[in-house]
C-alpha cells in the first residue's frame, strides 16, 4: 500500500499534494480534463503511483529561488520566488502551480500506461535487420516525460540556464 506524505519541506515528503486534494481539483475539471484520473476509478493505488511518478518527473526539472532547508526530499518549498506580479511567493508552502502541475502529469501519466499498451506503441516503424526502420513515435516535449501544457504551468518557476523564463 502506497503511502503519500505531503508534508511541505520534509525529509519523507514524496508529493505536492493529498489524493484529498488531487480529488478536489478534478471535482472541478471538464470531464474532457481528467478522462485518465476518472478512468482509474477508485483505484487509489494506481492514482497515488501517478502522483508519485509525476513528482519524480517534476524533480528532474531545474527552478528559481533555493530550497528552505537542506533536510527537505523535494525541490520544494522554495526561498526567492516571485509572481509575475513581483510579489514574493511563501516560502513555507507549495505554489499553487506546482500543485496543479504535479495534479496534471499525474492525469497525463495514468494516460500513458495501460495493461493492454505495449512498448511497441512507442514506434511508428521499428528497424530490422534486412531494412526496415525504426521511427519512434513524437510525443510531447521532445520525447520527454512532461507534456508542453505541464511545463507551461511552471514557466515562471523554472531556470533555464541562469534565465528565469516566464509564460
Not at 471538464?30 to 517534476?58: H, M
Amino acid at each position: 500500500m502506497l503511502t503519500l506524505d505531503a508534508t511541505a519541506g520534509g525529509s519523507q515528503s514524496n508529493t505536492f499534494v493529498t489524493l484529498a486534494e488531487a480529488e478536489s481539483y478534478f471535482a472541478s475539471r471538464l470531464p474532457f480534463q481528467k478522462t485518465n484520473w476518472t478512468a482509474a476509478g477508485e483505484d487509489d493505488e494506481r492514482k497515488k503511483a501517478a502522483l508519485i511518478s509525476a513528482v519524480e518527473a517534476l524533480e528532474s526539472l531545474r527552478y528559481a529561488g533555493e530550497r528552505t532547508n537542506t533536510r527537505q526530499r523535494l525541490k520544494f518549498p522554495r526561498a526567492g520566488l516571485w509572481t509575475l506580479d513581483l510579489d514574493e511567493l511563501d516560502a513555507s508552502e507549495i505554489p499553487r502551480q506546482m500543485k496543479v502541475a504535479q495534479c496534471e502529469l499525474a492525469e497525463y501519466m495514468l494516460g500513458q500506461v495501460t495493461p493492454t499498451s505495449s512498448a511497441l506503441d512507442r514506434f511508428d516503424e521499428i528497424t530490422l535487420p534486412g531494412g526496415l526502420r525504426i521511427k519512434p513515435r513524437k510525443t510531447s516535449s521532445e520525447g520527454g516525460v512532461i507534456p508542453e501544457h505541464v511545463l507551461a504551468l511552471l514557466a515562471d518557476l523554472m531556470l533555464s540556464g541562469s534565465t528565469l523564463l516566464r509564460a
